[in-house]
């Protein structure tokens, strides 16, 4: 299985302030045939499901703010909230949809307000 | 609007039985790729089962010999029979549309791009 590691567990980052979360992927997840990246990135908010940001990487799924960017290929990757908003206080997940399943999330990185 | 909505869920002893319900609507259940991806008290996200549109089926290890996921096309329902559960299955369980946008490279999987908001499942004497 591919195993998915993130960095740091957690981040406190001002208000309009640059927030920066680091994806590990244990094998890459770039695929030759379509030169695409299989993983996405996820925002919790406390005590709601899962919200799907990114996928292939770095396209930003229909009504997420431009804020919010990813990037990276093979096996590190980046989500990047360019100016903070209080309402992006949440647990973000990447994932990886490359091989066969499981397809694996990593340990999540929780992001506060300075 | 496409929406999941989960039932079922409750407290149930060690060695005991559930079955979820996870209620699909504005899209079909058996045109998709769905899954059951659970969530543990404080704990991150992990993929249990998924079933293919051809009904091919998929079980973590965790769960394999113990968990059944099915369909019923009539009511647009997806369902996850649990059986044999222990306490370490206490989780949330959500329903997620797996979406695969690029379907033609073999053995590649989806993103999930709808989430129910879950179903509580606490495993407990």
């Known amino acids: 299985d591919i195993v998915m590691t993130q960095s740091p567990d957690s981040l406190a980052v001002s208000l309009g302030e640059r927030a920066t979360i680091n994806c590990k992927s244990s094998?890459?997840?770039?695929?030759?045939?379509?030169?695409?990246?299989?993983l996405a990135w996820y925002q919790q908010k406390p005590g709601q499901p899962p919200k799907l940001l990114i996928y292939w990487a770095s396209t930003r799924e229909s009504g997420v703010p431009g804020r919010f960017s990813g990037s990276g290929s093979g096996t590190d990757f980046t989500l990047t909230i360019s100016s903070l908003q209080a309402e992006d206080v949440a647990v973000y997940y990447c994932?990886?949809?490359?091989?066969?399943?499981?397809?694996?999330f990593g340990p999540g990185t929780k992001v506060d307000i300075k | 609007e496409m929406q999941l909505v989960e039932s079922g869920g409750g407290l149930v002893q060690p060695g005991g039985s559930l079955r979820l319900s996870c209620a699909a609507s504005?899209?079909?259940?058996?045109?998709?790729?769905m899954s059951w991806v659970r969530q543990g008290p404080g704990k991150g996200l992990e993929s249990v089962s998924l079933i293919y549109i051809g009904g091919s089926t998929y079980y973590a290890d965790s769960v394999k010999g113990r968990f059944t996921i099915s369909r019923d096309n009539s009511k647009n329902t997806l369902y996850l029979q649990m059986n044999s559960l222990r306490p370490e299955d206490t989780a949330i369980y959500y329903c997620?549309?797996?979406?695969?946008?690029?379907?033609?490279?073999?053995?590649?999987?989806?993103?999930?791009?709808?989430w129910g908001r879950g179903t509580l499942v606490t495993v407990s004497s």
């Open positions: 504005g899209f079909t259940v058996n045109t998709n790729y």
């Open positions: 094998q890459s997840v770039l695929h030759r045939s379509n030169n695409k990246n299989y």
């Open positions: 994932q990886q949809y490359y091989s066969n399943p499981p397809f694996t």
């Open positions: 997620a549309r797996d979406r695969r946008l690029d379907i033609s490279v073999a053995g590649t999987g989806g993103f999930f791009d709808l």
